[in-house]
């Protein structure tokens, strides 16, 4: 199979470009122009030809020309930002290669923060060469408004865009795991080969609801500047709606403080909040007239006027593994029953499956603790909610009242990574249920003591965070069958041969209060800060990290069969030919059924349903199973 490296340079200006508009904007705009590609044809993976880059600069038919002559349905496709390129190549000249490999998502999945992502940076951090700046002196000219000069420069920039792109894929795919290059492929697909239609009227009629509803709550925001203003104030307002005001490390303070930056992420989640009215403060909050879901079923609508509606996804966004939104819609946090989700609709001919993996990451705590008990009770299908509540209360199962079973439901999603009795109020709260403190702590104590393996991993983790601050000789390992490894400082290394990885970790101590806390350094949107961990937050990471390569090993077996169009967290939504649906949904429970081989007495089960539409997708129930395919 040949391996073709390409990189586009296209038309933009001031009020035209990728930090104006979205990817799926900018690339379907009127304004758009291809003004020349690079494209490097390297041959086969093991016989690479030393082939330099070819240029081309033409008109758009000139330039299907020119890219015709590659063999592409055989070939795989290098880019740096695929999803762009890629786009390119789909959308305007109707190319679709055999695979697709992103380097910028490799490096997110390599580097984590601690190298730029940008070609730019990885080349300099790779010693690979330096990366041009014509590109600069680009902005406002359409492909004809440059001179020859001004173009033979440009050429050298893309050639050399490509060069750099194909010796970084050379670096970055040792040791990089077939699987997780099929999952890039498999992601990138899903935005530059979109299936999923938009129905306008359901979209404007939401539309019309929202603003209306928006109206009405902001003239309930009757809260004074103040109020919205001052953090200890405005978190009491959170705090009325039983919500946890975010928080953050300060790289001023090194202490602890409210994440209420426009830019902190905990802040931009709650304008997201399933609850109108939160979304309604936070956007009152932050001075703007528009709430997100505005905002986006805008977004929505003026996709459904340019085609299908392609789902953009970050490989590798999360710390753990995990996708994450992205061309500012997304599709990582639709609320439960919006009817957004009522207008993403499967094309003519096709029905969409959407299948949630159940209690994903309370079965991989289960399994991962070797927590005996939990882990047979979750492989015999039982009601384990019930169980746990029935421990909490002293009752037999079957006497266990809905309120004590949602209990013991939040007892176990909740309390598996160490979560306080403050916390578990405070969540409790959120669905309605109020308990006193006392209570809260006695529950999580009946937990701990009920699975006592699972504080053991907790204390196990604990260990491993000093084991990276200052590591030995000693490779530790940890969890289930010794699964997870730590070495030296690089962080856990997880069954696919990535990394957790916690950078700079250090423990803070406040001087005034005598305690102090571990932190590591993450992301948040574009600025870099400090993270607490410890033993129940590893797990979490963990088990997230587990539950992530569980399910894209999963998109993988269910793409060999149907079209896959989206992932939301632990759920995979495909379509599947409507004379063949039944079929089709028992494939993909089969395929999520499937247990990992570096976990082979792992219980997986899960839930789904078809429809016309995603919102239509109503849960198929059946008797719970396990195995593999």
């Known amino acids: 199979m040949s391996v073709i490296t390409i990189d586009f340079e296209t038309y933009y200006s001031k009020a035209y470009s990728l930090s104006k508009l979205t990817t799926e904007e900018y690339v379907r705009h009127e304004d758009f122009e291809v003004i020349g590609v690079a494209v490097k044809d390297t041959g086969s993976y093991y016989h690479s030809r030393a082939a330099a880059p070819l240029w081309f600069s033409g008109s758009k038919k000139q330039t299907a020309k020119f890219l015709a002559q590659f063999d592409w349905a055989n070939s795989t496709a290098i880019a740096h930002n695929a999803m762009f390129d890629m786009a390119i190549l789909n959308w305007h000249f109707d190319i679709k290669p055999k695979k697709i490999v992103d380097t910028l998502s490799m490096s997110r999945a390599i580097h984590a923060i601690e190298v730029g992502h940008s070609l730019a940076a990885l080349s300099e951090y ?248 939990l882990l047979t009770a979750f492989t015999e299908g039982e009601d384990v909610y019930k169980i746990m509540a029935a421990s909490i209360y002293k009752k037999e199962a079957e006497d266990i009242s809905k309120q004590e079973r949602f209990i013991g439901k939040t007892t176990i999603l909740g309390c598996g990574y160490g979560m306080g009795s403050v916390r578990f109020q405070a969540q409790l709260k959120t669905f309605g249920v109020e308990l006193d403190e006392v209570e809260c702590k006695r529950i999580i104590d009946v937990y701990r003591n009920t699975y006592v393996a699972i504080p053991k991993l907790w204390r196990k983790a604990n260990d491993c965070l000093k084991h990276i601050k200052e590591p030995d000789d000693k490779i530790m390992c940890f969890g289930k069958n010794k699964l997870l490894r730590v070495e030296g400082t690089t962080g856990i290394k997880l069954p696919n041969g990535l990394y957790l990885k916690y950078p700079n970790l250090q423990t803070l101590k406040d001087e005034e209060g005598g305690s102090s806390e571990t932190t590591y350094d993450s992301r948040r949107g574009k600025s870099i800060t400090g993270t607490r961990i410890y033993g129940g937050k590893v797990i979490e990471n963990v088990c997230q990290a587990l539950a992530r390569i569980v399910i894209g090993e999963q998109l993988l077996r269910v793409a060999k069969k149907y079209k896959v169009v989206m992932t939301v967290h632990d759920a995979i939504g495909c379509i599947v030919p409507e004379a063949e649906v039944n079929e089709g949904m028992a494939y993909v429970k089969k395929c999520m059924r499937a247990r990992p081989l570096w976990a082979p007495d792992l219980p997986l089960d899960c839930e789904g349903g078809f429809g016309r539409s995603y919102g239509d997708c109503s849960v198929v129930a059946e008797t719970p199973a396990g195995g593999g395919l």
Not at 159 to 183: E, M, N, S, W
Not at 207 to 230: G, I, P, R, Y
């Open 126 to 373: 790779y010693k690979l060469g330096a990366k041009g700046t014509e590109v600069h002196d680009a902005i406002g000219k359409s492909r004809l408004d440059f001179s020859r000069k001004e173009l033979e420069a440009y050429k050298g920039y893309c050639i050399q865009d490509v060069a750099l792109t194909y010796k970084l894929y050379k670096v970055l795919r040792k040791g990089f795991h077939p699987h997780d290059l099929a999952l890039i492929d498999l992601t990138t697909r899903m935005f530059t080969e979109p299936a999923l239609q938009l129905d306008e009227a359901i979209l404007e009629k939401h539309l019309q609801e929202v603003l209306d509803v928006k109206t009405a709550l902001m003239e309930k925001v009757k809260h004074d500047k103040k109020q919205l203003t001052s953090n200890n104030q405005f978190a009491e307002l959170l705090q009325g709606y039983g919500i946890i005001p975010p928080t953050k490390i300060s790289l001023r303070t090194g202490k602890k403080t409210f994440a209420f930056a426009k830019t902190d992420e905990g802040l931009k989640e709650l304008q997201e909040h399933p609850n109108p009215e939160v979304q309604a403060l936070v956007a009152a909050r932050l001075g703007v007239r528009s709430t997100l879901e505005e905002k986006r079923t805008q977004r929505f609508i003026d996709i459904a006027k340019r085609g299908l509606l392609p789902i953009p996804l970050r490989y590798y966004a999360a710390h753990t593994g995990r996708w994450g939104g992205a061309d500012k819609i997304n599709m990582q946090n639709l609320p439960r029953g919006s009817k957004l989700k009522y207008a993403l609709c499967a094309p003519t001919g096709y029905t969409f499956v959407d299948c949630d993996l159940s209690q994903i990451e309370a079965r991989m705590l289960a399994w991962l603790a070797d927590e005996e008990t």
